[in-house]
């Protein structure tokens, strides 16, 4: 990194936005932070009226919380409201150069962000064909401003689009092919229709044996039943796993952004349960692994502020195995046992229905969302989540318990008047944070790739490190513009390469990489002279960051380092009319990659950061006109 007295005239590329737009606050409400030995517990409330609109203007005098039972004092107390602007007050930013992107934002910054889960491990394949559309239908009339995010879940957790406002762009990636987000049901998933056609395989056999069935076959057809029924045990069981982990995984991946997460899950089952009872722990083959996996889930939730919103893909529940057209067991006559094999079918799937509103209902009530079922209008039940987890109160108390034992604590939060409804996580683990911190995957999921966790060891030490993951929002407590082309001229074949990767391979393009940050962003400190110069230096300290990603998630290479200033007045003078200029030089593949950078300011922990997608078209048009940066 270095200081480049010639790049001080870029900034008039990134300082001539709006002043209302530079004005604007640096990013969403941080975690309150509370200066004391005692671990302190947050809890977000959303309070709406009987039609599901938002209570505002409350104090904090208007809650009581309890923890176990106890009334627990209030340490903090804020209210977050959603912040929009029309269509016709909101203000484009001026056409950038090629080249040059600024995280500079065009409306201004929420304290929610909104999570799109596509959940195809646990969906019917014609359930996923309506859920995909109504979530297409939802995002082409997605109210401006609105922050999302598009994951994928089918053998593992898929990364599919990073936080944005754009839906247009959140459409496109639903679209895009190679994001693979297609009505196809997993092979993991065995259905009630599955269960229906082992039923009936089983039924027909025993038909077609009749009164000529011996001890032999009788027992050869009980053998086979209950190797079916294991096989589905076994696939159910390693289903919920498989969810837990990607739930724990998307936590993780939220814990860095500030705000409450609204996680709208779609999906037509729904098998986990966040804190769940001893009976529904021993429905799973091995209660005692399932249930630390659980418990982590439950943890990393709890700490990433993450609301859940279950929203079912199969629309309006209704009942077929009565129907003529459905074939019944047995013979497929709905008389003597057929007719009663058709009633059992009809419990069978209504109690089915019961458990998946029951869980639906669990899961939001725990975290602190709302469930949506048995409606055909996913698109405004999205838009509903969306509308109830953009408006809440967080409020913050010390325990009166301190002990850290690991159980489960139940919180209430009352109203000391009104009659409203309040949602919020009812409880949480009493776990040591830093215990849950180094809690590594059960391996369920390979999402996190090897390249990225060399990238973490290599940069272990760098704060900047956590906020430069592949699709996580800009963050604008800290602006910049930069400038993103390919050298020109390369350098040659022989030249080592630029970056961190030590197993970088393949051909790649050197980029220049140019940072103009608004200065008034990062502290200064007077520093006191040093012999011999005889005037005030002005000290401070940057933390630069870049990785590169590849379609897939995996990162590819990446650099940073650290930025110490101490400037002299002419110097420091000439920054606060440009900018603070930094410089890095990275190889990059030739093909689609996402590059991450990031500024963070030592001084006081802020940060900027900004996505930026580079494609092989772009980069060849960079490389015959590089423009000036003079």
Same mark, same amino acid.
């Given at each position: 990194?270095?200081?480049?007295?010639?790049?001080?005239?870029?900034? /008039?590329?990134?300082?001539?936005?709006?002043?209302?737009?530079?004005?604007?606050?640096?990013?969403?409400?941080?975690?309150?932070?509370?200066?004391?030995? /005692?671990?302190?517990?947050?809890?977000?409330?959303?309070?709406?009226?009987?039609?599901?609109?938002?209570?505002?203007?409350?104090?904090?005098?208007?809650?009581?919380?309890?923890? %176990?039972?106890?009334?627990?004092?209030?340490?903090?107390?804020?209210?977050?409201?959603?912040?929009?602007?029309?269509?016709?007050?909101?203000?484009?930013?001026?056409?950038?150069?090629?080249?040059?992107?600024?995280?500079?934002?065009?409306?201004?910054?929420?304290?929610?962000?909104?999570?799109?889960?596509?959940?195809?491990?646990?969906?019917?394949?014609?359930?996923?064909?309506?859920?995909?559309?109504?979530?297409?239908?939802?995002?082409?009339?997605?109210?401006?401003?609105?922050?999302?995010?598009?994951?994928?879940?089918?053998?593992?957790? =898929?990364?599919?689009?990073?936080?944005?406002?754009?839906?247009?762009?959140?459409?496109?990636?639903?679209?895009?092919? @190679?994001?693979?987000?297609?009505?196809?049901?997993?092979?993991?998933?065995?259905?009630?229709?599955?269960?229906?056609?082992?039923?009936?395989?089983?039924?027909?056999?025993?038909?077609?044996?009749?009164?000529?069935?011996?001890?032999?076959?009788? $027992?050869?057809?009980?053998?086979?039943?209950?190797?079916?029924?294991?096989?589905?045990?076994?696939?159910?069981?390693?289903?919920? /796993?498989?969810?837990?982990?990607?739930?724990?995984?998307?936590?993780?991946?939220?814990?860095?952004?500030?705000?409450?997460?609204?996680?709208?899950?779609?999906?037509?089952?729904?098998?986990?349960? #966040?804190?769940?009872?001893?009976?529904?722990?021993?429905?799973?083959?091995?209660? @005692?692994?399932?249930?630390?996996?659980?418990?982590?889930? $439950?943890?990393?939730?709890?700490?990433?502020?993450?609301?859940?919103?279950?929203?079912?893909?199969?629309?309006?529940?209704?009942?077929?195995?009565?129907?003529?057209?459905?074939?019944?067991?047995?013979?497929?006559?709905?008389?003597?046992?057929?007719?009663?094999?058709?009633?059992?079918?009809?419990?069978?799937?209504? =109690?089915?229905?019961? %458990?998946?509103?029951?869980?639906?209902?669990?899961?939001?009530?725990?975290?602190?969302?709302? $469930?949506?079922?048995?409606?055909?209008?996913?698109?405004?039940?999205?838009?509903?989540?969306?509308?109830?987890?953009?408006?809440?109160?967080?409020?913050?108390?010390?325990?009166?318990?301190?002990?850290?034992?690991?159980?489960?604590?139940?919180?209430?939060?009352?109203?000391?008047?009104?009659?409203?409804?309040?949602?919020?996580?009812?409880?949480?683990?009493?776990?040591?944070?830093?215990?849950?911190?180094?809690?590594?995957?059960?391996?369920?999921?390979?999402?996190?790739?090897?390249?990225?966790?060399?990238? /973490?060891?290599?940069?272990?030490?760098?704060?900047?490190?956590?906020?430069?993951?592949?699709?996580?929002?800009?963050?604008?407590?800290?602006?910049?513009?930069?400038?993103?082309?390919?050298?020109?001229?390369?350098? $040659?074949?022989?030249?080592? @390469?630029?970056?961190?990767?030590?197993?970088?391979?393949?051909?790649?393009?050197?980029?220049? #990489?140019?940072?103009?940050?608004?200065?008034?962003?990062?502290?200064?400190?007077?520093?006191?002279?040093?012999?011999?110069?005889?005037?005030?230096?002005?000290?401070?300290?940057?933390?630069?960051?870049?990785?590169?990603?590849?379609?897939?998630?995996?990162?590819?290479?990446?650099?940073?380092?650290?930025?110490?200033?101490?400037?002299?007045?002419?110097?420091?003078?000439?920054?606060?009319?440009?900018?603070?200029?930094?410089?890095?030089?990275?190889?990059?593949?030739?093909?689609?990659?996402?590059?991450?950078?990031?500024?963070?300011?030592?001084?006081?922990?802020?940060?900027?950061?900004?996505?930026?997608?580079?494609?092989?078209?772009?980069?060849?048009?960079?490389?015959?006109?590089?423009?000036?940066?003079?």
């Amino acid at each position: 990194m270095r200081l480049p007295s010639s790049f001080f005239c870029l900034p /008039a590329l990134f300082l001539c936005c709006s002043a209302s737009l530079l004005s604007q606050p640096g990013s969403a409400s941080q975690a309150p932070l509370i200066k004391t030995n /005692a671990r302190a517990v947050v809890v977000d409330v959303v309070v709406t009226r009987g039609n599901d609109e938002p209570v505002t203007g409350l104090s904090r005098q208007s809650f009581h919380v309890s923890e %176990d039972g106890k009334l627990q004092a209030i340490d903090y107390f804020e209210e977050h409201t959603s912040k929009e602007l029309p269509l016709d007050k909101l203000q484009p930013l001026p056409t950038m150069p090629p080249g040059v992107y600024t995280n500079v934002p065009t409306v201004p910054p929420t304290d929610a962000v909104n999570v799109i889960l596509l959940d195809t491990l646990n969906s019917e394949g014609q359930d996923l064909s309506y859920g995909r559309a109504q979530v297409l239908e939802f995002l082409r009339t997605m109210k401006p401003g609105t922050r999302a995010a598009i994951f994928l879940l089918n053998d593992k957790l =898929n990364f599919v689009q990073g936080f944005t406002a754009d839906n247009a762009l959140l459409a496109q990636a639903i679209n895009d092919t @190679r994001n693979k987000v297609t009505p196809a049901k997993s092979s993991q998933f065995y259905s009630s229709s599955d269960a229906a056609d082992d039923a009936e395989a089983i039924a027909m056999l025993t038909s077609m044996m009749g009164s000529f069935a011996t001890a032999g076959g009788t $027992a050869g057809i009980a053998t086979m039943s209950s190797a079916l029924g294991e096989s589905a045990s076994f696939q159910y069981s390693r289903r919920v /796993a498989m969810t837990l982990e990607s739930l724990s995984y998307l936590a993780r991946y939220l814990g860095n952004v500030p705000g409450r997460k609204n996680l709208l899950w779609f999906s037509g089952n729904f098998p986990v349960n #966040i804190f769940p009872s001893p009976q529904q722990l021993a429905s799973l083959n091995d209660s @005692r692994v399932y249930e630390s996996q659980i418990h982590r889930t $439950a943890d990393l939730l709890t700490a990433g502020k993450v609301a859940v919103y279950p929203i079912c893909i199969q629309g309006m529940m209704v009942e077929h195995s009565m129907e003529a057209n459905v074939a019944g067991t047995g013979s497929g006559l709905a008389t003597g046992s057929s007719a009663m094999g058709d009633m059992g079918s009809y419990s069978q799937d209504a =109690n089915e229905r019961a %458990d998946n509103i029951f869980a639906m209902n669990e899961l939001a009530a725990d975290t602190g969302g709302h $469930a949506f079922y048995n409606t055909n209008d996913l698109a405004t039940a999205a838009d509903h989540a969306i509308r109830d987890g953009s408006h809440y109160y967080t409020l913050v108390y010390a325990p009166t318990n301190p002990k850290m034992d690991g159980k489960f604590r139940s919180i209430g939060v009352m109203l000391s008047s009104g009659h409203y409804k309040l949602s919020y996580r009812r409880g949480y683990n009493a776990d040591d944070p830093a215990k849950l911190a180094a809690t590594g995957s059960t391996g369920f999921l390979s999402a996190a790739a090897s390249g990225e966790k060399q990238a /973490a060891s290599t940069v272990s030490n760098d704060p900047l490190r956590p906020m430069l993951i592949h699709g996580l929002p800009s963050s604008t407590q800290i602006l910049y513009g930069v400038r993103v082309v390919p050298m020109n001229p390369q350098p $040659a074949s022989y030249t080592p @390469r630029a970056g961190q990767n030590p197993a970088s391979i393949g051909p790649v393009t050197r980029y220049s #990489i140019d940072f103009m940050i608004r200065w008034t962003d990062v502290k200064f400190d007077v520093d006191p002279a040093t012999p011999g110069h005889g005037q005030t230096l002005q000290h401070g300290k940057l933390q630069i960051g870049l990785i590169a990603y590849a379609r897939d998630g995996h990162a590819v290479n990446w650099t940073g380092g650290t930025q110490e200033m101490r400037l002299q007045p002419d110097v420091y003078a000439s920054i606060q009319k440009s900018g603070i200029p930094a410089h890095a030089e990275i190889d990059l593949p030739t093909t689609e990659v996402n590059l991450m950078t990031g500024i963070y300011d030592w001084a006081t922990g802020k940060v900027g950061t900004l996505e930026i997608p580079l494609h092989p078209a772009t980069v060849s048009a960079s490389v015959q006109s590089p423009g000036n940066i003079n």
